[in-house]
């Protein structure tokens, strides 16, 4: 446990330390007191790593902190999808005008999102692949094959769950439950793989400011698409309590255990958060790069 | 610097010479009853590594030794000759208060 703990430290100080801290731990009881102690170290020396890290790794560090929060806005995103995808809310929609436009503004955001995600991420993809290929480098080689991998499962896991619902007629059951369970525990991890991988790669890549500029560009608008959609949602939220109080008290989520204006409240403020913690990385990001130009 | 400062205990551990990890864990647990955790003890290595007051000697070990360099011993000095006169003043206050009551 202690030693998995190592793993938590920044990569420059494990080179360093690594061996020594290894060694020491081999002599001293693991317990909780030991590993709240190297939780402790870890986190003062990633600290200390970003304050001392050169302009263009603060930018590297930073895209990656972009993409984090991308990737955890887009289950916000999916949740208030699936929040108001019933049809009750496709009228209510045509009904209230600021009520459709919100909605139509928050999926025209997200699209434009993913295309300019799709523009930061395939320069740095197209960089990884000819340096892994130049360099023979497997462990870069495995890391550039886990998101699609990733994807791969992910869509798989999606389209078992949608064919056994489709060929149950939808019926709730114990089978269609653990198809579900084991769709988000596969959602998740595939998510969380193309974040770990996508920051792995960007460490070990031979990037100039040159290269990072046009990814941190199209991060910038990824960031203000995030903002966007955030935004609309807001406006959606105050226009379905207004125009629409029925259906914002409607029940909501499996079971209807909860309720449509508690779930739009909780996603609204993830977006929120997110959207703000993206706009820290990328201004990081772009003087970071700047300085490093 | 607080007496219980990880960086200056392990200062006053390699005044007694060169020492590795666990031996400087030891040490500080003999000298001033603490009991530093691997993140603090490396957290304060890399520290006094980085200001040059300490540097690492060369082992074939996985248990590298560090010591204390010219200017390591310097700080060590002025910091406890300055604690040691703190300590002198206010053990001599609390001393003539007891004798006034």
Not at chain 1, 192 to 203: D, E, G, K, N, Q
Not at chain 2, 15 to 22: I, V
Not at chain 2, 75 to 101: D, F, H, M, N, W
């Amino acid at each position: 446990m202690s030693k998995r703990l190592l793993g938590l430290y920044p990569q420059a100080w494990r080179r360093r330390y690594g061996d020594e801290m290894a060694a020491l731990l081999e002599t001293s009881p693991p317990g909780p007191r030991t590993a709240f102690d190297l939780l402790r170290g870890a986190m003062l020396a990633h600290l200390r790593s970003a304050v001392r890290a050169t302009p263009l790794e603060r930018a590297r560090v930073s895209v990656s902190g972009v993409l984090g929060c991308f990737i955890c806005f887009c289950f916000a995103g999916s949740a208030f999808a699936k929040t108001t995808e019933a049809r009750q809310f496709t009228v209510a929609g045509r009904s209230h005008d600021l009520l459709g436009g919100a909605h139509y503004a928050a999926v025209v955001a997200a699209v434009v999102a993913a295309g300019m995600l799709a523009a930061a991420a395939a320069p740095l993809a197209v960089c990884a692949i000819a340096q892994a290929r130049r360099t023979h480098s497997r462990e870069l080689t495995r890391l550039i094959a886990v998101p699609p991998l990733a994807a791969l499962a992910w869509i798989a896991s999606l389209g078992g769950l949608a064919l056994w619902l489709s060929a149950h007629q939808h019926r709730a059951g114990a089978v269609a439950w653990a198809l579900l369970v084991l769709s988000a525990i596969v959602t998740v991890g595939a998510a969380a793989s193309c974040w770990f991988a996508s920051r792995a790669i960007l460490r070990r890549l031979t990037l100039t400011p040159r290269r990072l500029a046009l990814p941190v560009v199209a991060l910038c608008g990824v960031t203000a698409c995030m903002g966007a959609v955030a935004l609309a949602t807001a406006v959606y939220f105050v226009a379905i309590l207004t125009d629409a109080p029925a259906l914002a008290a409607s029940a909501d989520g499996p079971g209807g255990w909860s309720n449509t204006t508690l779930d739009i409240a909780l996603q609204l403020t993830v977006m929120i958060v997110l959207s703000g913690a993206a706009a820290l990385s990328a201004v990081r990001a772009a003087r970071g790069l700047r300085a490093a130009s | 610097m607080r007496s219980t400062d990880p960086g200056l205990l392990v200062m006053a551990s390699l005044a007694a010479g060169p020492k590795h990890g666990y031996a400087i864990t030891r040490d500080v647990g003999e000298i001033a009853g603490v009991k530093l955790g691997p993140g603090t003890l490396y957290g304060a290595l890399a520290r006094l590594e980085e200001r040059g007051l300490i540097e690492p000697l060369e082992s074939d070990d996985r248990r590298r030794p560090y010591r204390l360099t010219g200017s390591g011993a310097d700080a060590l000095r002025v910091q406890l000759t300055e604690q040691e006169r703190v300590a002198r003043i206010g053990l001599g206050r609390l001393a003539a208060t007891a004798s006034l009551a």
